[in-house]
């Protein structure tokens, strides 16, 4: 069976996409930086879990290390923050500092370490969750930091997808839904089972004409 590494797999999206691939019968390694209070996950059968703080350029060179030679069919950049600030004003630089590390610099220093592994599998897929926060097309205004990360986020995937559609790579990003998780907020409408379920459909059908495309968990295309 094909195998998935998904990052930040101990809650939330995360996790339920870890539950989805595990009882399709694929290979998972969850990764997160806690792998010691990680209950959830390690309860999911069958779940490799593995250390890995995207923003720390030695754990992702460690994490690179003990995966040499392995094949990642479906490497999947879920870790990501949301420090929230509204208003120009409001704005704290160090956070928004910490939100582009780990909301852009983090995912691309994982797809980097593993690409190799990603290249040698026989799906060769990424895929990176964004929101629709990020589109420029669609913005509504406020939340500078979260928007301007996503926003950096798809344009360094986009990128990374022509670089590498000559190999085979099939590079995508998804918006996850409004998702009732501990970022999301207990009153979003989206379970996250259901825009888990929604984004392994999309990757499920996805062929070399999907790469570079910007999706909603539903499969609908999204403006930049």
């Known amino acids: 069976m094909p195998t ?3 990052t930040g797999a101990n809650r939330g999206i995360g996790l339920e996409l870890a539950r989805a691939y595990a009882a399709d ?3 998972v ?3 997160c930086r806690k792998p010691d209070v990680a209950s959830a996950l390690k309860a999911v059968g069958g779940v490799e879990v593995l250390p890995l703080d995207v923003t720390d350029a030695a754990s992702v060179a460690a994490l690179s290390k003990t995966l040499q030679g392995r094949k990642i069919d479906l490497l999947l950049n879920n870790a990501g923050v949301n420090y929230r ?3 120009l004003a409001e704005i704290d630089y160090d956070l928004w500092a910490r939100t582009m590390d780990a909301n ?3 995912p691309m220093r994982v797809c980097d370490a593993l690409t190799n592994n990603v290249l040698a599998s026989d799906r060769k897929q990424m895929a990176f969750i964004s929101s ?3 589109s420029i097309a669609e913005c509504g205004g406020g939340s500078y930091t979260y928007r301007s990360s996503k926003t950096a986020l798809n344009m360094a995937v986009k990128c990374l997808s022509l670089e590498f559609a000559g ?3 099939t590079a995508l990003m998804f918006h996850p839904g409004h998702v009732r998780t501990d970022m999301g907020g207990a009153s979003a409408p989206v379970l996250p089972t259901e825009s888990a379920a929604g984004i392994k459909s ?3 059908g996805a062929t070399a004409s999907d790469n570079g495309r910007f999706y909603n968990y539903d499969g609908t295309a999204l403006p930049w």
């Open 4 to 6: 998935v590494l998904i």
């Open 132 to 134: 629709k926060m990020g």
């Open 104 to 106: 852009v610099f983090g």
């Open 202 to 204: 999309v990757l499920d």
């Open 25 to 27: 019968g694929w290979e």
């Open 29 to 31: 390694i969850g990764t």
């Open 167 to 169: 190999k085979g790579l």
């Open 85 to 87: 600030s509204g208003t």
